[in-house]
Nanobody, 119 residues
């Protein structure tokens, strides 16, 4: 069964940037639809972004984003390292959450990586 490990979180000021990375063991990320989710304290986990399986164009699957992303995040996949990334720019305090990656449909959840956006 696939196991995912998220990293790259941290504490930044509003307007800052972070790159989150998702690594998988025993699982080929290129063969699955992959998602990023986030969970804010006291709230349900919510979907953030998705990248389709396989290669299209320059090597990335077709991406899609939640409305609140509004062009600030970019999801990508690295076939050589079998990882997935979420590049986040122009971060806002409301982006503060623990971020998770998973295949679709979701399997086991990892520990997530915490993002704190605060001045």
């Amino acid at each position: 069964q696939a196991h995912f490990v998220e990293s790259g979180g941290g504490s930044v000021q509003p307007g800052g940037s972070l790159i989150l990375v998702c690594a998988a063991s025993g699982f080929d990320l290129s063969r699955s639809i992959m998602d990023w989710y986030r969970q804010m304290p006291g709230k349900e986990r919510e979907w953030v972004a998705r990248i389709g399986e396989g290669r299209i164009g320059d090597g990335r699957g077709v991406p899609s984003y939640a409305a609140f992303v509004n062009g600030r995040f970019t999801i990508s996949r690295d076939f050589l390292t079998n990882t997935m990334a979420l590049q986040m720019t122009n971060l806002r305090p409301e982006d503060t959450a623990t971020y998770y990656c998973n295949q679709y449909p979701p399997g086991l959840w990892g520990q997530g990586t915490q993002v704190i956006v605060s001045s």
